[in-house]
């Protein structure tokens, strides 16, 4: 029997769990439907994003002879017998190839898929779970329409089974019962891969002997064979992990940091703790090391990529680096300070060398006169006014005098000296 994620596999687009960007209504796919107008596509995400599924879809709206080749396998003699078929009874009016992993593709057999795409008598669907701008060929890449698809979200797969539960029922012939909570954690294991999810609904169906089946936390723990580390994104658990995160980073701590990242990294859910480490890279190194903030936006940036479970070796490196530099929330104590006055109404009039010149009759207001232009002056430097009148010996920035922010503060005060 095939597996249940192919027995319930989406017969209309709007079936499709996630990919709203590309094939919501008024999409480019969804025209593509609607107007019944096929071109060379090559989609690319990772497994289990409905990559084969769109393409099967599409297939549908043609009167093209259909065939499906998988890189993997298939050789120089499969793709030939499909091209000896051109032009004969069998695909008279031309085909449509859906071409799965055609990195796995060297760039003979993507040249001779090229040659018959170019005179219309094949249009190519590939798909590929790595960079095509790397591995496809790029004279086939060019003449191709690229769609990315994305990781489904825990909270795209919940919808996508409760949409479903009818026909995993009628599939199954067994009651479909769930908790919001364990079907959430599945999805999160799950890592973005939406035949992932369904095969562990599979696999709960085969656990339970019942004709009703309740995925709960029991459960969900024999389908995954571990233990279920959870916790409720609104309850106090999970504020607690993340504020002993954040304040064992802050405090210079890596071990401690390293401890709670794990337990946020097991509850699979990896975009809470991007987050927060790009809110501490600023808030608690600050000036103290400024290009922190930069280094951790490319390790964010990574994870997110690459998913669980790689994502956990970038997160720590992230964690433990942020954990050793240096510490300054000068930055922060500034803008809040400066927010309190705002939000106070105390601000002033600003001086009126600073205000905009560049308009007509800014000389009879005045406007900008008396403003001295720094780079006019040795070291790029003039003293003069900038706050208003009302806070002109306010102070909100105070260096912490640590890291790179002591070496800025020293050039600042000699600079003014």
Same mark, same amino acid.
């Given at each position: 029997?095939?597996?249940?994620?192919?027995?319930?596999? +989406?017969?209309?687009?709007?079936?499709?769990?996630?990919?709203?960007?590309?094939?919501?209504?008024?999409?480019? /796919?969804?025209?593509?439907?609607? =107007? =019944?107008?096929?071109?060379?596509?090559?989609?690319?995400?990772?497994?289990?994003?409905?990559?084969?599924?769109?393409?099967?879809?599409?297939?549908?709206?043609?009167?093209?002879?259909?065939?499906?080749?998988? %890189?993997?396998?298939?050789?120089?003699?499969?793709?030939?017998?499909? #091209?000896?078929?051109?032009?004969?009874?069998?695909?008279?009016?031309?085909?449509?190839?859906?071409?799965?992993?055609?990195?796995?593709?060297?760039?003979?057999?993507?040249?001779?898929?090229?040659?018959?795409?170019?005179? @219309?008598?094949?249009?190519?669907?590939?798909?590929?779970?790595?960079?095509?701008?790397?591995?496809?060929?790029?004279?086939?890449?060019?003449?191709?329409?690229?769609?990315?698809?994305?990781?489904?979200?825990?909270?795209?797969?919940?919808?996508?089974?409760?949409?479903?539960?009818?026909?995993?029922?009628?599939?199954?012939?067994?009651?479909?019962?769930?908790?919001?909570?364990?079907?959430?954690?599945? %999805?999160?294991? %799950?890592?973005?891969?939406?035949?992932?999810?369904?095969?562990?609904?599979?696999?709960?169906?085969?656990?339970?002997?019942?004709?009703?089946?309740?995925?709960?936390?029991?459960?969900?723990?024999?389908?995954?064979?571990?233990?279920?580390?959870?916790?409720?994104?609104?309850?106090?658990?999970?504020?607690? /992990?993340?504020?002993?995160?954040?304040?064992?980073?802050?405090?210079?701590?890596?071990?401690?940091?390293?401890?709670? *990242?794990?337990?946020?990294?097991?509850? @699979?859910?990896?975009? +809470?703790?991007?987050?927060? *480490?790009?809110?501490? %890279?600023?808030?608690?190194?600050?000036?103290?090391?400024?290009?922190?903030?930069?280094?951790?936006?490319?390790?964010?940036?990574?994870?997110?990529?690459?998913?669980?479970?790689?994502?956990?070796? #970038?997160?720590?490196?992230?964690?433990?680096?942020?954990?050793?530099?240096?510490?300054?929330?000068?930055? *922060? /104590?500034?803008?809040?300070?400066? *927010?309190?006055?705002?939000?106070?109404?105390?601000?002033?009039?600003?001086?009126?060398?600073?205000?905009?010149?560049?308009?007509?009759?800014?000389?009879?207001?005045?406007? @900008?006169?008396?403003?001295?232009?720094?780079?006019?002056?040795?070291?790029?430097?003039?003293?003069?006014?900038?706050?208003?009148?009302?806070?002109?010996?306010?102070?909100?920035?105070?260096?912490?005098?640590?890291?790179?922010?002591?070496?800025?503060?020293?050039?600042?005060?000699?600079?003014?000296?």
């Amino acid at each position: 029997m095939e597996p249940l994620a192919v027995r319930i596999r +989406p017969e209309k687009l709007e079936e499709i769990v996630g990919q709203k960007h590309i094939i919501g209504k008024g999409k480019l /796919i969804d025209s593509i439907m609607k =107007k =019944k107008r096929l071109m060379n596509m090559i989609f690319y995400g990772p497994p289990g994003t409905g990559k084969t599924t769109v393409a099967n879809l599409l297939a549908e709206i043609t009167d093209r002879k259909f065939y499906k080749l998988n %890189a993997t396998n298939a050789g120089v003699g499969d793709l030939k017998k499909v #091209i000896n078929e051109l032009d004969t009874l069998l695909a008279i009016n031309g085909a449509v190839l859906y071409v799965d992993e055609i990195q796995h593709f060297n760039r003979k057999q993507q040249q001779l898929l090229l040659e018959h795409t170019e005179n @219309g008598k094949i249009i190519l669907i590939a798909s590929t779970t790595e960079n095509p701008f790397q591995y496809v060929y790029k004279a086939l890449l060019s003449r191709s329409m690229l769609f990315e698809f994305r990781s489904i979200s825990p909270e795209d797969m919940l919808e996508g089974i409760e949409a479903s539960k009818l026909r995993i029922e009628g599939e199954s012939g067994k009651k479909l019962i769930y908790d919001e909570k364990s079907i959430l954690e599945m %999805a999160r294991h %799950a890592n973005g891969d939406y035949r992932k999810m369904l095969n562990y609904i599979e696999i709960g169906l085969l656990l339970e002997n019942g004709n009703r089946v309740h995925f709960k936390e029991d459960l969900v723990e024999r389908i995954l064979q571990k233990k279920v580390f959870t916790y409720d994104k609104t309850g106090d658990e999970y504020y607690d /992990i993340i504020s002993a995160f954040q304040k064992s980073i802050r405090g210079s701590d890596p071990d401690a940091a390293v401890h709670y *990242l794990a337990r946020l990294v097991e509850a @699979g859910d990896i975009k +809470p703790i991007c987050r927060r *480490l790009l809110v501490m %890279a600023a808030e608690d190194i600050g000036l103290a090391y400024p290009n922190a903030i930069n280094i951790v936006k490319s390790c964010v940036d990574s994870a997110l990529f690459v998913g669980l479970p790689e994502a956990r070796i #970038i997160l720590s490196e992230a964690t433990i680096l942020l954990a050793l530099m240096p510490k300054s929330n000068s930055a *922060l /104590i500034a803008v809040d300070n400066a *927010l309190g006055d705002v939000e106070k109404g105390v601000i002033g009039q600003i001086p009126n060398h600073l205000r905009d010149s560049h308009f007509t009759g800014a000389k009879r207001l005045k406007r @900008g006169k008396g403003y001295k232009y720094p780079h006019s002056y040795d070291n790029h430097y003039v003293k003069q006014q900038y706050m208003p009148d009302l806070l002109k010996d306010k102070k909100y920035y105070n260096s912490s005098q640590t890291g790179q922010e002591s070496k800025f503060t020293e050039y600042n005060e000699k600079l003014k000296k």
